[in-house]
């Protein structure tokens, strides 16, 4: 078993508010492997992107956010770096990031050649312009964007959504990171250009072994291109496993729930089983299981916070029902 | 009668409108200074007379030119000092208090009234309508104030209805411009599209659903423009198309103390400050407010 | 009779780098919507269904065609009987957090549609405002409040309350799940399924989740680029679909099934563009099956033998390929 590319250990980001003080994420641990995707599930207010932007240290700047833990990429503790080193070093050569919405991650008022150009010269990659748009239009290319050359004099505007989305992955692996997170990237798309964004960043990660951390709400495009799977709520992870495992045994009930509520194809006006109330207030948590008031198979136990029970082949879940059996 | 399983928990406190808006009047760090200061000039405008140490017009010869208090040769009597007819400064800074109080009320008013209604119509009717009115604006934009000023006292007698008239055909544009937007995005809501699904009119729709989200927008332009009103009236009173004598206005006392600058600093200083803090402080509390009652800070 | 769109199309000038354009938003549209059913438009970004919908409320004008209720046209109205339409004919919008003014109170808000068309006083009002409430599974103490103090789940039901107000027969539910989060939108798609059956309502459903519209819908209208492409009822279109804007569709639509691999599209254009569509039939570009008279012919919407009706060359007309 090789040692992991990211070893995330305890990660807390707390925010620091007048109104009080807001868990985003509240202390999880994880793995990821080289050539692995990982998908982190959750709802919102679930912590998922707060732990990409922890990740790369880029939370908003009045937040008032404080980050515990350690976050080691290649044995080193990203939590430990200046701000310099993180955009030096790490964020671009190391790792990158893909955000959900590609009409407000392209500057409208640069051309599309400028943008990707500017990974390459920014981390020293290429010396010149020139090599730069070379590079950028090599990049398009790896996207499969048809006449590359071309469209690199473009702008963001002149491209549709599914377009933009793979200029911002250009970009994003122009650097050839190491860890490639994706956060919600196919949300805001149709589900025609959906698949085929998918299909790009499987076959972007047989190419470079890339670790990916797809972060999404939808627990079936998960399916498609995910190796394990972490299912989050309210800024923990409460159940995690491999893909496979998740779909056909779910331990966690949030898990179950999730699985249940949305509606799949195949599936006929029957009334979906609904999870009854609201996800918690971050800023008032409960001390026990998180998920408790809205469980249906909630126990008196419960009102302690349920351990990590191994059930399978790493197979982790927080939850007194698994550590039962 | 519930047709549904899950009933939903509903928040716990149940505010109005007022105890919330109040409540976050407490909360947010007000500008004390700036407001005392607006404050101050009300009193002043409402006080008028009574509040003058001296007769604002009593001419006194005799006590020309007296400094400052603070200054050698200074009285307490006159606090800043006197002019060159021997008026007391202080009291013609209260006086003149009115009259940037009375300019400022009536020419928002107007201005903001007129301003705001084609704003309105121009937005929420858009097409040939909103070409008219846009085009009317930006030929009024092109002819600057100064110059429309001097037209109209050459055809009018200068003084207190002609500024407010002058003030009133100018800023209308600024207020119709920035309300047009504003009711260009509002429009598009899905509220106000649900109100024409539910079969409101039109008027109902400007009464409960444009004017209440532009009143944010609305009080916030009125607070800034009360400083411009107050350069705008000085402004043309300095260059004597405005307030004439015997009336007083801080521009009036900019004018006549000019000459006697280098060795009467107090007189052409004092009314300059009293512009330039009520400028300021009005400006300030538009600042505030418009952050107070920005929706988007709601949030945090 | 009910509602009906005969030959509705609406076009767009917009000003492009060119002059002007036309975007033919919608064109040529032909459906019916049963009374009591849910019949759904469903397509990608861009190909009208919203149009469709904001012409259905009378929130745009058609450049031809019209839209009839109960056999008259909306345009030939008059404004008595506007109004009735009005009465009859509901939406709930998609995103709970613009469809209500923060300004209200929850009361006036659910109101609103009663005090457009009648005079009540107070005490039958309020007692409407707790009845639509507690259907839509609210406490009653929610009328004082502010649309801000909810949840988005819980926005989406009084958008439900509000469009149930005036007891309307027709209700379009614009993507009325698709801003909710994951764990909610099962509640409110149940309570949209219940009030359906408990007032005998008909929905015509915009959405663009495929799984969505299988589980609530009876009917079925694939729209591409403006047209309607394939239409029939739901459990045969998802079935077996025919045409084959519909079969990519379907394909590429992602189960939770860590074995199923959704297909991909081999073209990289995405959607075709409404304001340059192809010649012919507008999907040829991207058809696995295209062929030549595809370039030239649009072809029109006919019915199947199995009592759907499309609009593709390989299965209507002189070029229809048997078994396709």
Same mark, same amino acid.
């Given at each position: 078993?090789?040692?992991?590319?990211?070893?995330?250990?305890?990660?807390?980001?707390?925010?620091?508010?007048?109104?009080?003080?807001?868990?985003?994420?509240?202390?999880?641990?994880?793995?990821?492997? *080289?050539?692995?995707?990982?998908?982190?599930?959750?709802?919102?207010?679930?912590?998922?992107?707060?732990?990409?932007?922890?990740?790369?240290?880029?939370?908003?700047?009045?937040?008032?956010?404080?980050?515990?833990?350690?976050?080691?990429?290649?044995? *080193?503790?990203?939590?430990?770096?200046?701000?310099?080193?993180?955009?030096?070093?790490?964020?671009?050569?190391?790792?990158?990031?893909?955000?959900?919405?590609?009409?407000?991650?392209?500057?409208?008022?640069?051309?599309?050649?400028?943008?990707?150009?500017?990974?390459?010269?920014?981390?020293?990659?290429?010396?010149?312009?020139?090599?730069?748009?070379?590079?950028?239009?090599?990049?398009?290319?790896?996207?499969?964007?048809?006449?590359?050359?071309?469209?690199?004099?473009?702008?963001?505007?002149?491209?549709?959504?599914?377009?933009?989305?793979?200029?911002?992955?250009?970009?994003?692996?122009?650097?050839? +990171?190491?860890?490639?997170?994706?956060?919600? +990237?196919?949300?805001?798309?149709?589900?025609?250009?959906?698949?085929?964004?998918?299909?790009?960043?499987?076959?972007?990660?047989? *190419?470079?072994?890339?670790?990916?951390?797809? /972060?999404?709400?939808?627990?079936?495009?998960?399916?498609?291109?995910?190796?394990?799977?972490?299912?989050?709520?309210?800024?923990?992870?409460? *159940?995690?496993?491999?893909?496979?495992?998740?779909?056909?045994?779910?331990?966690?009930?949030?898990?179950?729930?999730?699985?249940?509520?949305?509606?799949?194809?195949?599936?006929?006006?029957?009334?979906?089983?609904?999870?009854?109330?609201? +996800?918690?207030?971050?800023?008032?948590? +409960?001390?026990?299981?998180?998920?408790?008031?809205?469980?249906?198979?909630?126990?008196?136990?419960?009102?302690?916070?349920?351990?990590?029970?191994?059930?399978?082949?790493?197979?982790? /879940?927080?939850?007194?029902?698994?550590?039962?059996? | 009668?519930?047709?549904?399983?899950?009933?939903?928990?509903?928040?716990?406190?149940?505010?109005?409108?007022?105890?919330?808006?109040?409540?976050?009047?407490?909360?947010?760090?007000?500008?004390?200074?700036?407001?005392?200061?607006?404050?101050?000039?009300?009193?002043?405008?409402?006080?008028?007379?009574?509040?003058?140490?001296?007769?604002?017009?009593?001419?006194? $010869?005799?006590?020309?030119?007296?400094?400052?208090?603070?200054?050698?040769?200074?009285?307490?009597?006159?606090?800043?000092?006197?002019?060159?007819?021997?008026?007391?400064?202080?009291?013609?800074?209260?006086?003149?208090?009115?009259?940037?109080?009375?300019?400022?009320?009536?020419?928002?008013?107007?201005?903001?009234?007129?301003?705001?209604?084609?704003?309105?119509?121009?937005?929420?009717?858009?097409?040939?309508?909103?070409?008219?009115?846009?085009?009317?604006?930006?030929?009024?934009?092109?002819?600057?104030?100064?110059?429309?000023?001097?037209?109209?006292?050459?055809?009018?007698?200068?003084?207190?209805?002609?500024?407010?008239?002058?003030?009133?055909?100018?800023?209308?544009?600024?207020?119709?411009?920035?309300?047009?937007?504003?009711?260009?995005?509002?429009?598009?809501?899905?509220?106000?599209?649900?109100?024409?699904?539910?079969?409101?009119?039109?008027?109902?729709?400007?009464?409960?659903?444009?004017?209440?989200?532009?009143?944010?927008?609305?009080?916030?332009?009125?607070? $800034?423009?009360?400083?411009?009103?107050?350069?705008?009236?000085?402004?043309?009173?300095?260059?004597?198309?405005?307030?004439?004598?015997?009336?007083?206005?801080?521009?009036?006392? $900019?004018?006549?103390?000019?000459?006697?600058?280098?060795?009467?600093?107090?007189?052409?200083?004092?009314?300059?400050?009293?512009?330039?803090?009520?400028?300021?402080?009005?400006?300030?509390?538009?600042?505030?407010?418009?952050?107070?009652?920005?929706?988007?800070?709601?949030?945090? | 009779?009910? %509602?009906?769109?005969?030959? %509705?199309?609406?076009?767009?000038?917009?000003?492009?780098?060119?002059?002007?354009?036309?975007?033919?938003?919608?064109? @040529?549209?032909?459906?019916?919507?049963?009374?009591?059913?849910?019949?759904?438009?469903?397509?990608?970004?861009?190909?009208?269904?919203?149009?469709?919908?904001?012409?259905?409320?009378?929130?745009?004008?058609?450049?031809?065609?019209?839209?009839?209720?109960?056999?008259?046209?909306?345009?030939?109205?008059?404004?008595?009987?506007?109004?009735?339409?009005?009465?009859?004919?509901?939406? &709930?919008?998609?995103?709970?957090?613009?469809?209500?003014?923060?300004?209200?109170?929850?009361?006036?808000?659910?109101?609103?549609?009663?005090?457009?068309?009648?005079?009540?006083?107070?005490?039958?009002?309020?007692?409407?405002?707790?009845?639509?409430?507690?259907?839509?599974?609210?406490?009653?103490?929610?009328?004082?409040?502010?649309?801000?103090?909810?949840?988005?789940?819980?926005?989406? @039901?009084?958008?439900?309350?509000?469009?149930?107000?005036?007891?309307?027969?027709?209700?379009?539910?614009?993507?009325?799940?698709?801003?909710?989060?994951?764990?909610?939108?099962?509640? &409110?798609?149940?309570?949209?399924?219940?009030?359906?059956?408990?007032?005998?309502?008909?929905?015509?459903?915009?959405?663009?989740?495929?799984?969505?519209? !299988?589980?609530?819908?009876?009917?079925?209208?694939?729209?591409?680029?403006?047209?309607?492409?394939?239409?029939?009822?739901?459990?045969?279109?998802?079935?077996?679909?025919?045409?084959?804007?519909?079969?990519?569709?379907?394909?590429?639509?992602?189960?939770?099934?860590?074995?199923?691999?959704?297909?991909?599209?081999?073209?990289?254009?995405?959607?075709?563009?409404? %304001? !340059?569509?192809?010649?012919?039939?507008?999907?040829?570009? @991207?058809?696995?099956?295209?062929?030549?008279?595809?370039?030239?012919?649009?072809?029109?919407?006919?019915?199947?033998?199995?009592?759907?009706?499309?609009?593709?060359?390989?299965?209507?007309?002189?070029?229809?390929?048997?078994?396709?």
């Amino acid at each position: 078993m090789n040692a992991p590319l990211l070893r995330v250990e305890n990660l807390q980001t707390h925010l620091h508010l007048r109104r009080g003080v807001v868990k985003a994420v509240d202390g999880i641990s994880f793995e990821v492997h *080289e050539g692995e995707t990982l998908g982190i599930v959750g709802e919102s207010g679930s912590g998922k992107t707060m732990t990409c932007l922890s990740i790369l240290q880029l939370l908003p700047t009045h937040g008032g956010g404080k980050i515990d833990g350690s976050v080691e990429l290649d044995g *080193e503790n990203l939590l430990d770096l200046s701000e310099d080193e993180m955009a030096e070093r790490i964020r671009g050569p190391k790792v990158a990031m893909i955000s959900q919405d590609p009409m407000t991650s392209l500057n409208p008022v640069y051309s599309v050649g400028d943008q990707v150009s500017g990974p390459f010269l920014y981390h020293k990659l290429v010396t010149t312009v020139r090599d730069a748009w070379a590079a950028a239009a090599n990049g398009l290319r790896r996207v499969r964007i048809p006449s590359p050359e071309r469209r690199l004099k473009n702008f963001p505007h002149q491209f549709s959504g599914g377009m933009r989305q793979r200029v911002v992955t250009a970009m994003a692996i122009a650097c050839s +990171p190491r860890l490639l997170i994706a956060d919600e +990237p196919t949300t805001a798309l149709d589900v025609t250009i959906q698949v085929q964004i998918m299909a790009l960043l499987r076959s972007i990660q047989k *190419e470079s072994r890339v670790g990916i951390i797809l /972060v999404t709400h939808d627990l079936s495009i998960v399916a498609g291109l995910c190796h394990r799977i972490a299912v989050m709520y309210a800024g923990r992870i409460i *159940e995690t496993g491999k893909v496979r495992d998740i779909y056909r045994n779910p331990q966690h009930p949030y898990t179950q729930a999730l699985l249940e509520a949305i509606p799949h194809l195949g599936q006929k006006r029957t009334r979906l089983a609904a999870i009854p109330g609201q +996800p918690p207030n971050l800023m008032d948590l +409960p001390t026990g299981c998180r998920f408790a008031p809205r469980c249906p198979k909630r126990m008196s136990v419960c009102d302690e916070y349920p351990s990590a029970t191994n059930v399978g082949d790493n197979h982790v /879940v927080n939850c007194w029902l698994a550590a039962k059996h | 009668m519930s047709v549904t399983s899950a009933p939903a928990p509903v928040p716990a406190v149940a505010t109005s409108g007022v105890s919330r808006f109040t409540s976050r009047l407490r909360l947010k760090g007000a500008p004390w200074v700036p407001l005392f200061i607006l404050a101050m000039v009300l009193v002043a405008a409402i006080g008028g007379e009574t509040l003058t140490p001296h007769d604002p017009n009593g001419l006194n $010869l005799g006590a020309a030119f007296k400094p400052p208090f603070w200054q050698a040769g200074g009285t307490s009597e006159y606090l800043l000092g006197t002019d060159n007819l021997g008026r007391d400064v202080l009291s013609r800074i209260i006086a003149g208090a009115r009259v940037s109080a009375i300019v400022s009320l009536y020419a928002i008013v107007f201005s903001g009234a007129i301003g705001t209604m084609l704003g309105i119509i121009a937005g929420y009717f858009g097409g040939i309508i909103d070409t008219i009115i846009v085009r009317i604006a930006e030929i009024k934009m092109a002819i600057p104030g100064l110059a429309l000023a001097l037209i109209f006292s050459a055809t009018m007698d200068p003084g207190l209805s002609t500024v407010i008239i002058v003030i009133v055909l100018t800023y209308w544009t600024w207020y119709a411009r920035i309300i047009r937007s504003e009711v260009l995005s509002l429009r598009e809501r899905d509220y106000v599209a649900f109100a024409k699904v539910a079969g409101c009119g039109s008027l109902t729709i400007f009464f409960r659903h444009l004017l209440p989200n532009i009143f944010n927008t609305l009080v916030v332009l009125m607070t $800034l423009q009360v400083g411009q009103v107050i350069l705008f009236e000085a402004s043309l009173s300095f260059l004597g198309l405005g307030i004439q004598a015997p009336d007083t206005s801080w521009g009036l006392m $900019l004018a006549d103390a000019r000459q006697y600058i280098t060795y009467a600093w107090w007189g052409i200083t004092m009314p300059g400050i009293a512009i330039m803090l009520t400028c300021l402080s009005s400006n300030l509390t538009g600042d505030w407010l418009r952050d107070l009652l920005d929706p988007k800070r709601r949030q945090l | 009779m009910g %509602l009906e769109l005969h030959d %509705l199309s609406k076009h767009f000038t917009v000003r492009s780098d060119r002059g002007r354009a036309t975007v033919r938003a919608v064109e @040529r549209v032909n459906l019916e919507i049963p009374e009591g059913q849910t019949v759904a438009l469903v397509g990608e970004s861009g190909c009208g269904k919203t149009t469709i919908a904001k012409l259905v409320l009378m929130l745009e004008r058609p450049t031809a065609g019209a839209v009839t209720y109960d056999g008259k046209s909306l345009h030939e109205m008059s404004r008595t009987e506007i109004k009735d339409y009005r009465r009859h004919v509901q939406a &709930v919008f998609q995103d709970p957090y613009a469809s209500l003014n923060p300004r209200l109170t929850v009361r006036r808000i659910i109101t609103e549609p009663i005090l457009a068309h009648y005079r009540r006083d107070r005490a039958t009002l309020n007692a409407r405002v707790a009845e639509l409430l507690d259907i839509v599974g609210l406490p009653a103490s929610a009328a004082d409040l502010y649309p801000h103090e909810f949840s988005g789940g819980q926005r989406q @039901r009084i958008a439900i309350a509000r469009a149930l107000a005036l007891d309307p027969k027709i209700i379009i539910l614009d993507e009325p799940i698709s801003a909710l989060d994951v764990s909610i939108r099962a509640q &409110v798609l149940n309570l949209l399924m219940d009030i359906q059956e408990k007032f005998g309502l008909t929905y015509l459903l915009i959405a663009h989740d495929l799984a969505l519209v !299988e589980h609530l819908s009876t009917r079925v209208a694939v729209i591409y680029l403006g047209s309607v492409v394939e239409t029939g009822p739901s459990e045969q279109i998802f079935a077996s679909p025919r045409h084959p804007y519909t079969q990519a569709l379907l394909n590429a639509v992602p189960r939770p099934d860590p074995d199923y691999v959704p297909k991909a599209a081999e073209s990289f254009d995405d959607t075709g563009s409404a %304001l !340059e569509p192809p010649s012919g039939c507008k999907f040829h570009p @991207r058809c696995p099956h295209a062929m030549a008279v595809c370039k030239t012919d649009n072809p029109p919407l006919a019915k199947l033998a199995d009592g759907r009706e499309a609009a593709c060359h390989l299965l209507t007309g002189p070029h229809a390929v048997p078994n396709a």
